[in-house]
Nanobody, 121 residues
Framework: QVQLVESGGGLVQAGGSLRLSCKAS????????MGWYRQAPGKQRELVAA???????NYLDSVKGRFTIFRDGTKNTVDLQMNSLKPEDTAVYYCNADRIRARSGYFSSLWGQGTQVTVSS
């Protein structure tokens, strides 16, 4: 079975930095894209940043220049470095992996359990 295990997150003051990490466990042959989403209270889940297996990246406009996504295809990990954090970045952040081929089967999309990021003003 493939699982996404997240780490990082926490409480930080505005202007500070945090790094989120996510690792896909299991015997994995390929993953198309990995990324991070977030969901604030009362709001829909939104894509924050994603990176394809070819290295193409996509960022939410409001985080461009502040957040950077890193992916290690050999380790099946994806990190999100978040700098210059703002109170409006406060949300639960979820790791996502898209189109996973693993020994245990094919998975169209998998989600991590979520990690809380709180930015105080």
């Amino acid at each position: 079975q493939v699982q996404l295990v997240e780490s990082g997150g926490g409480l930080v003051q505005a202007g500070g930095s945090l790094r989120l990490s996510c690792k896909a466990s299991g015997i994995i042959f390929s993953i198309n894209a990995m990324g991070w989403y977030r969901q604030a209270p009362g709001k829909q889940r939104e894509l924050v940043a994603a990176v394809t297996s070819g290295g193409s990246t996509n960022y939410l406009d409001s985080v461009k220049g502040r957040f950077t996504i890193f992916r290690d295809g050999t380790k099946n990990t994806v990190d999100l470095q978040m700098n210059s954090l703002k109170p409006e970045d406060t949300a639960v952040y979820y790791c996502n992996a898209d189109r996973i081929r693993a020994r245990s089967g094919y998975f169209s999309s998998l989600w991590g359990q979520g990690t809380q990021v709180t930015v105080s003003s």
